[in-house]
T-cell receptor, first 111, second 115 residues
């Protein structure tokens, strides 16, 4: 079973920041937080991952709380193409990406 | 250039048939995976191979047999297809590193319909 809890759906206006929360209260010390998204039944697409520190790349920012029990994915300027299901995944750092997907958050970006 | 490619993209077949789905990656990764996404949209890992060696085998009927001829290819053969096998099957690959994880790259999926 997935070790994360996400809201089932969220809305965001185009051009605004989308903040997607994720709870992972049972995360252990060597587990990373990953975010993937799936656009309309395409293959999942990697967005970002982190262990303790906040991370930023060209797609998004990841904010992880100090106790690591929750995180927030931030899409700074959402576009219509960001409409997708976003998955927050906790994954063991053993070297094999055994990704356990939950139900994710369906983000709808509207004009 | 497609990083992870699967063929065919769509597959419609009758119950009881045997079919294969092929997957190839040109990323130089040493680990490949098969995931299944059912009608309820849940993605579940089925198998993983590292350098042609099976390392993850979730509870999957033995009608499903992965085969990895080399580390760039991981094919999925399904015997005696059943209606419940209808799903989208995704292949993925990643590079294994010690002590940390790297991201997985997914193919575009194969939509299997058993009639």
């Amino acid at each position: 079973d997935a070790k994360t809890t996400q809201p089932p759906s969220m809305d965001c206006a185009e051009g605004r920041a989308a903040n997607l929360p994720c709870n992972h209260s049972t995360i252990s010390g060597n587990e990373y937080v990953y975010w993937y998204r799936q656009i309309h039944s395409q293959g999942p697409q990697y967005i970002i991952h982190g262990l303790k520190n906040n991370e930023t790349n060209e797609m998004a920012s990841l904010i992880i709380t100090e106790d690591r029990k929750s995180s927030t994915l931030i899409l700074p300027h959402a576009t219509l193409r960001d409409t997708a299901v976003y998955y927050c995944i906790v994954s063991f750092s053993g070297g094999y990406n055994k990704l356990i997907f939950g139900a994710g958050t369906r983000l709808a970006v509207h004009p | 250039d497609t990083a992870v490619s699967q063929t065919p993209k769509y597959l419609v077949t009758q119950m009881g048939n045997d079919k294969s789905i092929k997957c190839e990656q040109n990323l130089g990764h040493d680990t490949m995976y098969w995931y299944k996404q059912d009608s309820k949209k849940f993605l579940k890992i089925m198998f993983s191979y590292n350098n042609k060696e099976l390392i993850i085998n979730e509870t999957v009927p033995n009608r499903f047999s992965p085969k990895s001829p080399d580390k760039a290819h991981l094919n999925l053969h399904i015997n005696s297809l059943e209606l419940g096998d209808s799903a989208v099957y995704f292949c993925a690959s990643s590079h294994r590193t010690t002590g940390t994880n790297t991201e997985a790259f997914f193919g575009q999926g194969t939509r299997l319909t058993v009639v």
